[in-house]
């Protein structure tokens, strides 16, 4: 006999109706052992089952049957079974009576993968074997292979009630229980007869488990007609359900007040208007070495500490503390759906470098000041060559109307040198230069320049540097009357560049920016450390050699439990007195500032224990608070006492410091550099060059320098 999933009938060659596409039986064939002769040739279970399935097809929407059994109890599909049930489709995975269930062969496990592909929401377990079953339903739980909220049909066996399987029955609640009662020899009445029994949700299983009958069949119809798969989630019955809870703002807040503490923030409203609905009690607890483990991770010997330990290990129902919808903790817990989505970015240091000296600058972007460069020398040479134009014009007159060209010449060459036309101002392209220059800084020229055209030109420039010096004049007041501009890192290639050590809480977060796929995701990987204290990591950003990793609103809340001097820095305090680190003073601490770039936007949910029963009715209550809004109005609650504690370091934003005035004292000392320079030049020169001249006379410079000029 071959086990697991062999081969697939269709309707021709297979012993039954069709009714589904899918249709999956094994090779092996019916055992009809002594111990269970009666009950087959009664065909008891068989109508039981028929009852039982339609049912279920009449008061639910069942999407397909999944039939597990063995070779001994294959026969109760072998009658009538499929014809006087309604069409809906199955599928049959036989299994050998001695095949291991917690680590089944390769047909058994396809047959199931199968099962859970096509949705069916409806298990039939027929197993004579009841260790077999038990085995099976842990395999099924441990790798989601079996679907733990559908409905089950089990066969009664004490051994599927032992204490190490209680936590199944945690999981699996719609589940009804057959067991068979055989006829009583020698009474008219004693017909055999079935108890239905299910798991007492949800009652806690303490200590022993004890099932909640629910119905019982005989005569072939059911004795109190009584909904056997009723929603169990619906009313709780104030049953006391653990919560464990981890204090990130703005998920779960703890206020603390003296020695009380007041638990508030989102996830704490949502899980109060939840237990309102679903009528529980909630339990908070926070779990063994909060400050150590947090979320917790796995440890060396496989187990898990910190919340997620709690979940894993069963002791907690509910686990609140924004958990990010991630695969990695999708394969530990369940997860309500997303109720929002937060912005991931590092916490940075501001000011890493200081541009008060370009204050002179920053009113114009470069390619404006590019412009403005390019208008100057343009005009300043437009300026020099209508003056030279005007002087040529001059001389070509005084060529026609004087017959001496030589002592015209020399008269022309007066003309040039004396200011009266005004032509002195741009005849020479250097003094060009230096009077558009000084027209662009509204300095008015020593006289109107000679020439119409010229007159006209200096017209419309004086209006261009009239807006250009408005425009600059305006954007430097808001400059000066504004906070000093602070340099910050608000991308991450602006913090690959910076140098910047990285670091975040658990492994986790460090292996998602090592298998990055871009290059400036694995540099920050290759640099990222991992740390338990965010206030530890916050004065470590302080001292501008650190960038710390988590949701937006945390990082808003540590900076500003930071800086504050009303907020209880005690629990700071005790978080770096046993640092080694070489802490300064505060005098050399940066502010913190917050990357505007997220890194990732991760959805958050809250934690169920694996395979819970409660999250689909929990998902139905959650989407409803999203869709009204309460999630968003329990955001700014939460938020509103960081908000309001932000205060601005500058009161008076139009208060004028020394520090704003770097830029003219940088272009002032700029101007002495070169003066300097120049100084030195002009004193070499007349030392080492015209004091050495033969023909110097220093009681006679006005000669020398008009035999000199005469020369030239």
Known sequence: ??????????????????????????????????????????????????????????????????????????????????????????????????????????????????????????????????????????????????????????????????????????RI?????????????????????????TVPFPNPIRGVFVPRRVDIWKDSRFHYNRPLFADKTTNLKNEVLNVVYLDHVPSVVVMKSNETSKIGGIEIEILNTIAKKMNFDPKLYQPDNLELHKWGQKQANGSFSGLLGEMVNGHADVALGNLQYTPYHLELTDLSIPYTSQCWTFLTPEALTDNSWKTLILPFKLYMWIAVLLVLLITGAIFYGLARFYMNLQVFKNDHRNQNKIGIKEQVKDEVIDPKPGLYLFGEIINSILYTYGMLLVVSLPKLPTGWSIRLLTGWYWLYCILLVVSYRASMTAILANPVPRVTIDTLKELVDSKLTCGGWGTETKKFFEDSLDDIGQKIGERFETIDDPFLAARKVALGTYAYYDNSNFLKYISVKRKNIFMDMKEFENSTVNSTENIQSSTDERNLHIMSDCVVNIPISIGFHKNSPLKPLADLYLRRIVEVGLVEKWLNDAMHTIRTLDTSEEEIKALMNLKKLYGAFVALGIGYFLSTICLIGELIHWHLIVKRDPKFDKYALDIYYMNKNKKQ
Not at 34 to 62: A, F, M, Q, S
Not at 142 to 161: G, V
Not at 187 to 193: P, R, T
């Open 1 to 170: 006999m071959v086990s697991g999933l062999a081969t697939t009938l269709t309707p021709e060659f297979s012993g039954f109706p069709y009714p589904g596409p899918n249709l999956f039986l094994s090779s092996a064939n019916a055992d009809i052992t002594p111990i269970l002769k009666e009950l087959h040739g009664r065909k008891d279970l068989e109508l039981i089952l028929i009852d039982l399935l339609n049912g279920l097809t009449r008061k639910h929407d069942v999407t397909c049957f999944a039939f597990i059994c063995d070779p001994i109890y294959l026969n109760v599909f072998n009658g009538a079974l499929f014809r006087r049930t309604f069409a809906v489709p199955y599928v049959m995975t036989v299994v050998e009576e001695y095949e291991d269930l917690l680590s089944p062969n390769f047909d058994t496990l396809e047959s199931l993968r199968e099962v859970r592909r096509d949705g069916c929401n409806v298990y039939v377990i027929l197993l004579a074997n009841g260790l077999q079953t038990t085995r099976l339903l842990r395999f099924g739980d441990r790798h989601r292979i079996l679907d733990t909220r559908a409905k089950y049909i089990l066969l009664h066996d004490f051994r599927l009630f032992h204490s190490d399987l209680h936590y199944i029955w945690k």
């Open 173 to 197: 609640v719609n589940v009804v229980f057959l067991k068979h009662y055989k006829k009583i020899s020698g009474s008219a009445k004693g017909k055999a007869w079935f108890d239905l029994s």
